[in-house]
Nanobody, 125 residues
Framework: QVQLVESGGGLVQAGGSLRLSCAAS????????MGWFRQAPGKEREFVAA????????NYADSVKGRFTISRDNAKNTVYLQMNSLKPEETAVYYC??????????????????WGQGTQVTVSS
């Protein structure tokens, strides 16, 4: 089992940047593919970005390509989400998640095995 704790959320103006971090503890971090998802009030949780155990493959939602970057540091048991050019409609709770099948940067919520508690990102217009 792995425990995930997100940090780095906050309030930012439209066009600004934030870097989210997700620290993992428990079983070997490099055994997991990792993903970032977000959920706005009244909406379903949606995929943002994912990365395989080695960092060799990544996937992004079309809406964030070119603006967001997912990365990981297996020595620090941490995955990051660098978010640039943020938009007000991206206001949401951002969650990181871990997936046991580590070689697939999966975009599906249902494929992830462990979830963090989320961190709020608010983008003001």
């Amino acid at each position: 089992q792995v425990q995930l704790v997100e940090s780095g959320g906050g309030l930012v103006q439209a066009g600004g940047s934030l870097r989210l971090s997700c620290a993992a503890s428990g079983r070997t971090f490099s055994s997991y593919a990792m993903g970032w998802f977000r959920q706005a009030p009244g909406k379903e949780r949606e995929f943002v970005a994912a990365i395989t155990w080695s960092g060799g493959r990544t996937n992004y939602a079309d809406s964030v390509k070119g603006r967001f970057t997912i990365s990981r540091d297996n020595a620090k048991n941490t995955v990051y989400l660098q978010m640039n050019s943020l938009k007000p409609e991206e206001t949401a709770v951002y969650y990181c998640a871990a997936k046991i099948a580590a070689g697939i940067a999966d975009i599906r919520v249902s494929r992830y095995d462990y979830w963090g508690q989320g961190t709020q990102v608010t983008v003001s217009s």
